[in-house]
Nanobody, 119 residues
């Protein structure tokens, strides 16, 4: 069973930066896409961005140019750096990893980390 553990996050002032990290464990196999979702109070969970196994990231429009995704396949880690933070970035952030075994894709989730952008 794959387990994801998130670290980082917390509080930051508007315009500031912070990082989140997510480490996957529990599987000897490799992972396909990895990435992050977020859920603000009273809103649906939305995709922030994902990164392919060969390191190609995609982002939702609202974070392009401000957020950066990276991954380290040797450490089964995916990272999210938030720059130029805005109050609307306040949300609980969840990492995910996809793993394909016998042609079946399974998505695993982290426990969630609060990010608060406020002055």
């Amino acid at each position: 069973q794959v387990q994801l553990v998130q670290t980082g996050g917390g509080s930051v002032q508007p315009g500031g930066s912070l990082g989140l990290s997510c480490v996957a464990s529990g599987s000897s196999g490799s992972y396909n896409a990895m990435g992050w979702y977020r859920q603000a109070p009273g809103k649906r969970r939305e995709l922030v961005g994902g990164i392919t196994s060969d390191g190609r990231p995609t982002y939702t429009d609202s974070v392009k140019g401000r957020f950066t995704l990276s991954r380290d396949n040797t450490k089964s880690t995916v990272n999210l750096t938030i720059n130029s933070a805005k109050p609307e970035d306040t949300a609980v952030y969840y990492c995910y990893v996809d793993q394909v075994i016998s042609a079946k894709n399974t998505r695993y989730w982290g426990q969630g980390t609060q990010v608060t952008v406020s002055s």
